[in-house]
């Protein structure tokens, strides 16, 4: 279910993030696809979804912070 461009990306991360933040997502969410595909790999008792999707924002804050409403750059 990795997403092959950010148009396929969920209204919740297109609809706020800037788009390379939108790319940053997306290459993190696909990276944990392939990476957890095995339950063995993930913590506790959740799906590889899951897992992909906070992998996902971990990538994206790593980068960017939000101020107020809007996603932006860190300094």
């Excluded at 590889?48 to 971990?58: I, Q, S, Y």
């Amino acid at each position: 279910m990795p997403y092959r461009t950010n148009q396929e990306l969920p209204d919740s991360v297109k609809d706020h993030l800037p788009s390379h933040a939108q790319d940053i997502y997306r290459e993190a969410f696909y990276s944990a696809w392939e990476e957890y595909q095995n339950p063995s790999k993930r913590r506790g008792s959740e799906s590889l979804e899951e897992v992909a999707h906070k992998v996902a924002w971990a990538a994206v804050k790593q980068k960017y912070e939000k101020v107020g409403e809007q996603w932006q750059p860190k300094s």
